[in-house]
Structures are given as structure tokens and as C-alpha cells.
């Protein structure tokens, strides 16, 4: 991985998460609960938003979830959307007075209710309005248990995205991430708003470079705790993990396949970091690149036609492609002399990575790959590990604020940002945004 603590533009396989060697401990069973959850801050204004007002729904004091808040809050994140204040006791049925709202600046209208069923279930039921052509857009009712009220509040804001927007909502997606509280790590996922975390995997040593499968059922990731980096997969509903890179020198930065059956990887077995490619069970091994140079940080193109990796083969880091089943690699980035950890939006067309500006400024960039055009988008100076949003219209990245490890979303144009951080005395690094449907 990047060194970004050198004055000098360098390569090495640690993080800056990683803060010292590793020696042997583990604890944690899978999906265990941790309950600092994430408080979240919005900031800034995107170009154009669409004014809605959502009503809290009728009797979700019940439910012990403010169901109208998280729709709220989910819409206002994703830059898209303003709030216009709601108007109390409206429900699904309720008959809109559409020139009250249109007087209001309201374009559109959501208002639901909650009602607990005999089995003890909630039937959460919803409508949209278009308060300008004056008409239903959508409804639904969703039956769910208690522990999934949460999910069906992010569900009907994933609904009403998608009805408004034309793209696909990532409310009820997951965050992988890694957690450090004092000298334990932890590795979490929660909710795409930071809540509901549980703990995957529980360590003294350190934690880096998850990575979700396709289909948001496993996590790959460089585990120290035998004194090594050593990648592994874990199976997310059972717990259960296998090794799949334990060979001489270091294992690290794997990164799945778009049809999950390989990965590439970065290891050193064979001398200086060079990429491969790996079975999901850890056979077939595959030397991809042959550089006196140290490759590191692959990741495929989403068609799984290409990969894109860092390299210093130019004298400094920059980010390269091949073609995934090996052969020549072509130089992507061109503006300045060091930039690093690329990741791709799922449609193909931009890149995203970090590049050091001055001495020691790192900051978030994305890059138009048919035009070449680069834009930095943040004003923080230590940022890391971006990663898309599988509708490719936001971007998670670490970075720090406040003196603490925090994570980060942004819009595509930096607009419009949310600030994910721990009530806790905790840092949180590595992120990684799970696939649709996880």
C-alpha cells in the first residue's frame, strides 16, 4: 500500500491505519452487536434539489423508530432533495390539499402510518404525491418485524428515490468498515446511515482492506493476527472464514471479481509486490504483472474486462490498467505526481483516488475516464479509501476532522457532504459500500 507519511513519494504494503506490527489474538464471534452507533452531519447544497415534504407517520411512536426522520434524513444525504416541513396527522389516506403545499414550494408529498398487526408485526404503509401535476405517484405497504423498522424506513426512501430520481436508492445498502478503539480493531458493517452496527471480526492486531463480494454475502480482508498479513473471506451469515492468501512475504489488498469466482490480489511470494489473480477458495494462484516496480491495489472494472491497479513503475505512484486476464498496462493518471487507491463507479465511467497535493496534503478526486478531466472534492487534508455507492452517485471515503478517524459520504461534485463518526473515543478507517441487495 501507499505510505503517505513520507516526505518522499514511497510504496509499502501499510496503511496508515496500520500502527504497528502484528502479533498473534483474536476474538469476537460474527455478528455480534456494537452499539456506538454513527452520529451523522450534513453539509452543503447541491445545484439543484427537489423540495418534498415527509410526514411523520402516524403512530410510529409505537414503533420505537421515527420512520419519517430516517426517510428524511436518507433523501437530505443524498444531495438530491430538500425538506419542507410536513403537516401533522396527515396519513396515507389523507386527501392532499395541493395548493396548500404548492404555496408551501412543496414539489412532492410523502405521508404514512404504522399499525401493529396480531401477529406482532407493523404493517408500515406509505404514499407519494407529485404535488405539482396533482396526482399519486406511488404506495406500498410493508410488513415487517420490529428489528426491521429501520430497514423498511430505508426501503421506502430507496422507493421514493428511485420514483423521483430515475436512479436506484442505496439507503438499505451496507458499510463495511474498520474500527479502533485504543488498541483493539474491529471489523463492522451497519447500515448505509451508520446505524445498526454489528461486528464481524474482533482483533488485537490490525484490520485493513475489506472488500464486499458481488453479492454482499462475504467480506474479504488482510487479517495480522499470525504475525503476517494474511487475506481471508468470511461468510457473513454463518461467520464462518477460510483462508484464501497465506503464502511467504505479505498478502494483502484483494479485491473480488465482478462474478465473485476470483480475486486479485497484491503478494510479495515471489520477491517485490506484484499483482495476481486467486480462486475464491484460494486455488490457482496467478501471476498478472512481471514489473521490477512494486503493483499493488487492484481493483476490476465492473464488466471484469480490466483492472486498474497502483504502481511506482513511472518513479512515483500513479494509477495504471491491464486487461484482466494479464498483458500490457496503460497510465490512467497524469495530474500530479502521486495518486492512489482507485475504485471505479459501477457504470464504468469514473474513477475515483486519492492524490497528495503539496507536501502532505491528501485529498478525494474523481476523474471522468472518457475525457481525462479530474476535480478534487474535498476540503479535509487526509483523506483515504474511497469507495462508490452502487447507484455510482456517492462516494465513501475516510478521512479526519476534529482530530478523530471519521468517515465521510460525498455527491459526485463534493457539494453535498455527511460526516459518519462515533459518539466513542474511536477511529474509523477502511471503508468499503456494499452491493444492492445486500
Not at 41 to 49: K, L, N, P, S
Not at 273 to 278: E, W
Not at 352 to 381: E, N, P, Y
Not at 421 to 426: H, I, L
Request: glycine share 10%; hydrophobic share 40%; charged share 20%.
Amino acid at each position: 500500500m501507499i505510505n503517505k507519511t513520507t516526505a518522499k513519494p514511497s510504496m509499502t504494503l501499510t496503511r496508515r491505519a496500520l500502527l504497528g506490527s502484528a502479533a498473534a489474538g483474536l476474538a469476537a464471534p460474527a455478528w455480534s452487536p456494537a452499539w456506538a452507533q454513527f452520529r451523522v452531519e450534513i453539509a452543503g447544497v447541491g445545484a439543484t434539489r427537489l423540495p418534498i415534504a415527509i410526514n411523520d407517520f402516524k403512530d410510529e411512536a409505537a414503533t420505537g423508530q421515527t420512520l419519517g426522520a430516517i426517510i428524511r434524513a436518507d433523501l437530505e444525504r443524498s444531495g438530491q432533495f430538500s425538506m419542507v416541513p410536513g403537516q401533522p396527522g396527515m396519513t396515507e389516506t389523507s386527501v392532499p390539499q395541493y395548493s396548500d403545499w404548492r404555496s408551501r414550494a412543496a414539489d412532492a408529498l410523502v405521508a404514512g402510518s404504522a399499525t401493529r398487526l396480531a401477529d406482532g408485526r407493523f404493517d408500515v404503509r406509505y404514499r407519494l404525491w407529485d404535488v405539482v401535476k396533482g396526482q399519486d405517484l406511488a404506495s406500498e405497504s410493508l410488513p415487517v418485524v420490529a428489528a426491521d423498522l429501520r430497514l423498511a424506513a430505508h426501503k421506502i426512501a430507496d422507493a421514493i428515490y428511485q420514483k423521483l430520481t430515475g436512479d436506484r436508492g442505496v439507503f438499505a445498502t451496507r458499510l463495511v468498515y474498520v474500527n479502533k478503539a485504543g488498541p483493539r480493531y474491529t471489523l463492522r458493517v451497519a447500515d448505509a446511515d451508520g446505524e445498526g452496527e454489528q461486528t464481524v471480526l474482533a482483533s488485537p492486531e490490525p484490520i485493513i482492506s475489506p472488500a464486499w463480494s458481488p453479492d454482499g454475502s462475504e467480506l474479504a480482508y488482510v487479517s495480522f493476527e499470525t504475525r503476517k498479513a494474511v487475506v481471508w473471506i468470511q461468510d457473513l451469515r454463518t461467520g464462518r472464514r477460510r483462508k484464501i492468501a497465506d503464502f511467504r512475504g505479505s498478502n494483502s489488498a484483494p479485491a473480488f471479481s465482478p462474478n465473485g469466482q476470483q480475486l486479485a490480489l497484491t503478494l510479495s511470494r515471489d520477491g517485490g509486490s506484484q499483482l495476481y489473480l486467486i480462486g475464491r477458495n484460494g486455488e490457482g494462484v496467478r501471476r498478472l504483472t512481471q514489473s521490477p516496480s512494486i503493483d499493488t491495489e487492484p481493483v476490476f472494472s465492473p464488466d471484469g474486462a480490466q483492472i486498474y491497479f497502483v504502481s511506482d513503475r513511472g518513479g512515483a505512484p500513479q494509477i495504471y490498467r491491464m486487461p484482466a486476464a494479464g498483458g500490457s498496462a496503460e497510465r490512467v493518471t497524469f495530474n500530479g505526481n502521486y495518486n492512489i487507491s482507485p475504485a471505479i463507479s459501477p457504470d464504468g465511467r469514473t474513477l475515483t483516488f486519492i492524490t497528495r497535493v503539496g507536501g502532505g496534503s491528501f485529498k478525494l478526486c474523481v476523474m471522468d475516464l472518457a475525457s481525462g478531466q479530474v476535480q478534487q472534492i474535498t476540503d479535509t487534508t487526509d483523506d483515504e479509501s474511497p469507495s462508490f455507492a452502487p447507484n455510482g452517485k456517492l462516494i465513501v471515503y475516510a478521512t479526519r476532522a476534529g482530530g478523530r478517524d471519521v468517515l465521510m459520504t460525498t455527491t459526485l461534485d463534493g457539494k453535498v457532504k455527511a460526516k459518519l463518526a462515533t459518539p466513542t473515543v474511536a477511529d474509523i478507517r477502511e471503508p468499503a459500500w456494499g452491493p444492492f441487495g445486500n
